[in-house]
């Protein structure tokens, strides 16, 4: 069940920005004054592990910031498998494209661990863009980026090679949530190796092997508290 918290409007107590809405490239390039106005539109919600933020069906009529935390957009094919699209962490956005039309979710979107999301309602939005149009060129551009990463997952599962799913998997870690290390890329996983093993198409007891070999290959060493060292940064470019 979500938790709505009504937070100060000048900035967020889980987020160790001032103006928190800075953390999304969406908005990066407001001035203060646009900010403050959408800290007065947000409905700042938490979801603990494992709960559903939405429904595939459920009317899609906000933008989602995540502040803190992790969640996944999944979709489910014929056999039930699940198949997930996209993995969110701290400052990361979803459903741009609602801000301008409301739509029917096509994914569950579920959180991997505990979450506080700021949100932004369509109908809240509207007089915002009236105001400041300028604002739907950065939606698009930021659908775009998100259309064209959804076209490379297709592409990976297309090409049905295991390898090269893992590689554009892991390829998207590195760049949504990797730090820059003297010995490589850290990654703090917060999928288990079920969720990898979703992702990619292919068994848990697989995704354990070919970490292993990619360990032994001296590509990637396998850490402890879930955490992956890249070694080899360019085996995983697609």
């Keep these: 069940m979500k938790h709505t918290f009504h937070f100060p409007t000048d900035g967020c107590v889980t987020c160790g920005d001032k103006l928190c809405t800075k953390k999304v490239s969406l908005f990066s390039n407001l001035n203060d004054e646009q900010i403050h106005t959408l800290l007065e539109l947000i ?3 938490h979801y603990k592990k494992g709960e559903v933020v939405m429904h595939t069906g459920d009317d899609f009529d906000r933008l989602y ?7 996944k957009a999944s ?7 699940e198949q997930i699209l996209y993995i969110l962490n701290d400052g990361d956005s979803l459903g741009e494209l609602s801000l301008l039309k409301k739509v029917a979710s096509p994914y569950d979107l579920i959180a991997l661990k505990e979450c506080f999301l700021c949100t932004i309602p369509k109908y809240r939005f509207d007089e915002f863009i ?12 930021s659908a775009h980026e998100k259309i064209s990463s959804l076209e490379k997952l297709v592409g990976a599962i297309a090409s049905n090679d295991a390898d090269i799913r893992l590689r554009f998997l892991i390829h998207r870690l590195m760049k949504q949530s990797g730090s820059t290390t003297p010995k490589g890329i850290l990654i703090s996983l917060q999928l288990t190796r079920e969720d990898m093993a979703n992702f990619v198409g292919v068994t848990r007891e697989t995704i354990s ?10 590509i990637l060493e396998i850490l402890e508290n879930k955490q992956l060292l890249i070694v080899d940064q360019d085996y ?3």
């Design 236 to 238: 995983f470019e697609i």
């Design 209 to 218: 092997r070919k970490l292993s070999h990619l360990s032994g290959e001296g």
């Design 130 to 141: 009236k105001e400041n149009p300028e604002i739907v060129f950065a939606i698009l551009e």
């Design 65 to 71: 910031i995540v502040n803190h935390g992790s969640l």
């Design 43 to 45: 409905e700042r919600k």
């Design 75 to 81: 979709t489910y094919n014929e056999d039930g498998k």
